[in-house]
């Protein structure tokens, strides 16, 4: 089956086209056709597009909203991509989107049915900035492939639905959550679900012997507790802005913060808000960037005391995350990192493990030099009682592969 997976954001669509079928996944024999990005629709857009083989290609084009987008990416596969696969629009056989709140209602990922779209909507006021993109696209390639072609949604949320009450529960009046569903949800489940499934699959275990706890730290950072191959804990909660910190986001903070900085600066709980998502983490501590290279590199070359500073709280807050996890989880098999720092940067994956020792984890340095660029392996010692392990985390394979087991009506739960 020819897949269209689609990550539709508020002013950006990514996209793959995946090649696969339940002989495939079992075979791990998957291929990709061709994938890319549209940036900064609304006006001239910014396209990358690249078939298997071939070099990026660059350019730019006047789309004017999702649906425009949609119809682009399209017409450009069943043409100058020149993917043998793909002739027509005919030749693509589902859809496959990214959704990013669930709420309680998705556990797993869906055929999209009018029902499920209204559940979905009814999501919305969970996340209010992500799941009105993620019906736009939904909505646009129902128009640009016809009602009949059946499309998937897989939630960021729905790996997290394992989670007993007592991590989700937040220590509030009890009512709250029973009116407003106020709770810990949890983001980067396809990610965390992905990447543990990969460990087991190297270590030839089955998925109730899965005990790991997954790092994926990219531009939003998550950790997750998976027992028995069930997340039963992970770092964001209602929103994506609890937790660990991140390249913008402040993660965990003293609550009554929030009242202090509006009384201080002047600024409404909305912009407060703002503020903690997009100017704080490591941007806001550095007052450079929230790119990590960036950082690096700064700290390198220029002695740079607050780019050293926000490394530093990034790095001092996911080992104490991963301690944490480890008693949540009674002890675990491996650490896993994933997402563009995890799976790229040894410095940080070396000052993250160190002094962790004390928990049976040692890294071989040699070792995590060696993995980045998409590279798949153990960077502990042989005989650390704790491994470590980077795995390149692969979401849209997942949900091309999610949409091929909801259209062939076959378990998720590998
Ligand atoms: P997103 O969370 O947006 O999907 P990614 O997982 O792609 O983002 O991660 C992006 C981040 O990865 C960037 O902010 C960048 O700082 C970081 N990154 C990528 N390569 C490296 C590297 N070699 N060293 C350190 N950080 C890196």
Redesign the pocket.
């Known amino acids: 089956m020819n897949i269209l997976v689609l990550n539709c954001g508020s002013s950006s669509v990514k996209f793959q086209f995946i090649s696969t079928d339940l002989e495939m996944i079992q075979r791990n024999a998957d291929r990709r056709l061709a994938r890319g990005s549209v940036e900064r629709i609304s006006g001239e857009a910014i396209v990358a597009l690249r078939t298997e083989g071939k070099e990026v290609q660059r350019s730019t084009a006047k789309l004017r909203d999702t649906r425009a987008a949609v119809e682009f990416i399209v017409h450009w596969a069943c043409s100058e991509a020149g993917i043998p696969e793909i002739k027509s629009v005919s030749d693509v056989n589902a859809v496959g989107h990214r959704v990013v709140h669930g709420g309680e209602k998705f556990t797993q990922s869906v055929l999209i049915t009018d029902q499920v779209l209204k559940g979905i909507e009814e999501c919305i006021e969970l996340a209010p900035l992500h799941n009105p993109t993620n019906i736009k696209g939904i909505m646009a390639a129902r128009d640009v492939f016809g009602a009949g072609l059946p499309q998937v949604a897989v939630f960021d949320t729905a790996f997290h639905q394992t989670l007993p009450e007592t991590a989700f529960l937040y220590a509030l009046p009890y009512q709250l959550y029973r009116r407003y569903r106020i709770r810990r949800y949890g983001f980067h489940g396809t990610s965390h679900r992905y990447v543990a499934y990969r460990y087991r699959q190297i270590r030839n275990i089955q998925r109730n012997e899965t005990n790991v706890i997954t790092l ?6 998550s950790i997750a507790a998976i027992r028995a191959g069930d997340s039963i804990d992970t770092s964001m909660g209602l929103t994506p802005l609890e937790g660990l910190v991140m ?1 913008t986001r402040s993660g965990d903070i003293d609550p009554a913060i929030v009242d202090f900085i509006g009384a201080k600066e002047g600024l409404s709980p909305q912009e407060v808000e703002t503020l903690l998502n997009k100017q704080s983490g ?1 941007l806001g501590i550095s007052g450079l960037t ?7 590199d700064e700290e390198r070359e220029n002695n740079d005391r607050r780019a050293h500073l926000a490394i530093e709280v990034f790095c001092y807050r996911a080992r104490k995350y991963i301690g944490a996890f480890l008693a949540a989880a009674a002890g675990a098999q491996a650490i896993i990192f ?8 040894p ?2 994956r070396g000052r993250i493990c160190s002094g962790m020792e004390w928990a049976g984890m040692e890294l071989e340095d040699e070792r995590n030099r060696q993995y ?1 660029d998409g590279r798949e392996g153990i960077i502990s010692k042989d005989g650390s009682r704790l491994q470590v392990y980077v795995i390149p ?1 692969d979401e849209e394979l997942l949900i091309a592969r999610d949409t091929v087991r909801c259209v062939t009506g076959t378990t998720q739960r590998y």
Do not use: A, K, P, Q
């Not at 994926?216 to 950072?221: A, D, F, P, V």
């Not at 929230?290 to 690096?296: E, G, P, S």
């Open positions: 994926h730290l990219g531009n939003g950072c390249g490591l929230n790119d990590m290279r960036d950082l690096l994933t997402g563009g720092i995890g799976e790229n940067s410095e940080i980045f985390t």
